[in-house]
């Protein structure tokens, strides 16, 4: 394919996005969109891959749908940043038990070559059905830990420590930092953890719900509940009605998975203040006051 065939393949929306993103470890969006159409003409060349297929994206990803000499794939092109980093390893290591399957990987260029999965997802699947789904891949996806990512205890640590917390109520922030303390205690509990598990992170294979696009880190597995607690979020009312399909979410994942529900809410509230503390950085008053309502539902 040519470079100028390339090009087209890229949204204008989503390389105007990509190309406001600072960099993090690696190239600025800017540099990197503006490379992309001959990253896709180059990896297209030396994979032997066709394009089959119309181009769709993620936050920062370009995933192209292809066909290669023995059959389907997608091919996924990464704005290389810290949160993917680790993402081709952890595909590695679950081998498409529960995730989907890794055909080949050049993590240099932050370029994966993944099994073609149906774009059934489970946004219209009835609530606590899709919250018992998304629980049922934690057996499989929490395997032994990597050492070569990140640990969760200390980078929260250093989040919680930046300056926007103060700007963020103070005592939600000091139970945040208990609730990491006492998962410092609990190390041995800790797991290849998705990262970024929720109803949009799950397709059908045709038989089976598989994850997809983890930020893969260690740690404890209720640190895996919070993203299900917030996707949908209109759907869950405001007031007694959103503490109540709050908890009863919470309530499904540790039906299924055995966890304890007053550490789930615990450390369900500490990720909502990480996410707070990431809106006061962004200017983003609604994910702020999203992450603080969540953890008062979450109160008792």
């Known amino acids: 394919m040519r470079v100028e065939d390339a090009a087209a393949l890229v949204p204008a929306d989503f390389a105007a996005r990509v190309a406001?993103?600072?960099?993090e470890g690696g190239p600025a969006g800017g540099d990197w969109v503006?490379?992309?159409?001959?990253?896709?003409?180059?990896v297209l060349a030396e994979w032997e891959l066709t394009v089959d297929g119309d181009a769709m994206t993620g936050h920062c990803s370009l995933v192209l749908p292809v066909r290669r000499p023995d059959g389907r794939a997608v091919l996924k092109l990464g704005w290389p940043h810290r949160e993917s980093d680790g993402e081709h390893l952890a595909l590695r290591a679950w081998d498409g038990r529960g995730a989907a399957r890794l055909l080949r990987a050049d993590p240099r260029r932050s370029v994966l070559l993944l099994e073609r999965l149906t774009s059934e997802d489970l946004t219209e699947q009835w609530d606590e059905e899709a919250v018992a789904v998304v629980a049922g891949l934690y057996s499989d996806l929490h395997v032994d830990p990597l050492p070569q990512l990140p640990a969760l205890v200390p980078w929260v640590g250093e989040i919680l420590d930046r300056p926007a917390a103060r700007r963020v109520p103070r005592r939600y922030v000091e139970q945040a930092r208990s609730s990491l303390r006492s998962l410092g205690t609990e190390e041995s509990a800790a797991r290849l953890l998705h990262g970024d598990l929720h109803y949009g992170n799950v397709l059908s294979d045709g038989t089976d719900w598989v994850a997809i696009d983890p930020k893969p880190l260690v740690g404890h597995p209720a640190w895996e509940v919070a993203p299900l607690l917030?996707?949908?979020?209109?759907?869950?009312?405001?007031?007694?009605?959103?503490r109540w399909s709050v908890r009863r979410r919470v309530e499904v994942v540790c039906d299924v998975t055995g966890l304890d529900e007053d550490l789930v809410r615990a450390v369900s509230a500490l990720r909502a203040m990480v996410g707070a503390i990431w809106g006061v950085e962004d200017g983003d008053a609604e994910a702020v006051s999203r992450a603080v309502t969540l953890v008062k539902a979450l109160g008792d």
Request: net charge negative; proline share 8%.
């Open 20 to 23: 406001g993103f600072a960099a």
């Open 34 to 42: 503006a490379a992309l159409p001959h990253l896709v003409a180059e």
């Open 230 to 242: 917030t996707y949908r979020w209109a759907e869950m009312g405001t007031g007694p009605s959103l």
